[in-house]
């Protein structure tokens, strides 16, 4: 076998890019007031597909606080059906993330966003972060931030402005992964 020059390593996570399991979502809103939200809504599929391995990045105008928020309830069928990139841009797989913008049920298709009556009762912040003032907040380690998401479970990713003149931006990476694997 010879010296180890020619092995090259990468993290699990680099390596679901090569396999085409790797995804991001960017919601931009340039304009919000005080206490105004941008909101990006979803369910993880159920465990026997792959379970969500997610950091979730943010930038402000004005300061603000971002939340991801563990089983909310929201209104279906509201707001619009979002983009979802494959971080591998020569694979055709598609997320397992579900929506429900377009039936009253849950269905593949990525996320949602502009989701309204958005209720957190019994719901649980599992990441809290807050930005003071106008500033990108810094991108997270994800070998000690990455949230591996309840399977079969509702999220919504909140960012809430903080002043007015403001925007925000919510930039998720995950990328899908089999249980038990890693």
Same mark, same amino acid.
């Not at 479970?153 to 990476?173: L, P």
């Given at each position: 076998?010879?010296?180890?020059?020619?092995?090259?390593?990468?993290? /699990?996570?680099?390596?679901?890019?090569?396999?085409?399991?790797?995804?991001?979502?960017?919601?931009?809103?340039?304009?919000?007031?005080?206490?105004?939200?941008?909101?990006?809504?979803?369910? *993880?599929?159920? $465990?026997?597909?792959?379970?969500?391995?997610?950091?979730?990045?943010? $930038?402000?105008?004005?300061?603000?606080?971002?939340?991801?928020?563990? /089983?909310?309830?929201?209104? @279906?069928?509201? +707001?619009?059906?979002?983009?979802?990139?494959?971080? @591998?841009?020569?694979? $055709?797989?598609? $997320?397992?993330?579900?929506?429900?913008?377009?039936? !009253?049920?849950?269905?593949?298709?990525?996320?949602?966003?502009?989701? *309204? !009556?958005?209720?957190?009762?019994?719901?649980?912040?599992?990441?809290?972060?807050?930005?003071?003032? /106008? @500033?990108?907040?810094? /991108?997270?380690?994800?070998?000690?931030?990455?949230?591996?998401?309840?399977?079969?479970?509702?999220?919504?990713?909140?960012?809430?402005?903080? +002043?007015?003149?403001?925007? +925000?931006?919510?930039?998720?990476?995950?990328?899908?992964?089999?249980? @038990?694997?890693?």
């Amino acid at each position: 076998m010879g010296d180890n020059k020619d092995i090259v390593r990468i993290t /699990a996570a680099h390596h679901e890019i090569h396999e085409g399991d790797a995804y991001s979502f960017i919601l931009t809103e340039t304009t919000m007031q005080t206490t105004e939200t941008i909101n990006v809504a979803f369910k *993880t599929p159920p $465990s026997t597909t792959k379970f969500i391995h997610m950091i979730v990045e943010f $930038s402000t105008r004005a300061g603000g606080l971002l939340e991801i928020i563990e /089983a909310p309830t929201w209104t @279906n069928q509201t +707001g619009t059906i979002g983009v979802v990139l494959n971080a @591998n841009r020569n694979s $055709s797989n598609t $997320s397992n993330l579900l929506e429900d913008e377009t039936t !009253t049920i849950f269905t593949a298709g990525g996320v949602g966003y502009g989701v *309204t !009556t958005i209720l957190t009762t019994n719901a649980t912040v599992i990441e809290s972060r807050y930005a003071w003032g /106008a @500033n990108r907040v810094p /991108a997270v380690d994800r070998s000690l931030f990455e949230n591996i998401l309840l399977a079969d479970t509702q999220y919504v990713v909140r960012f809430t402005a903080d +002043g007015n003149t403001n925007g +925000g931006q919510i930039h998720m990476r995950w990328y899908e992964h089999l249980p @038990n694997i890693i």
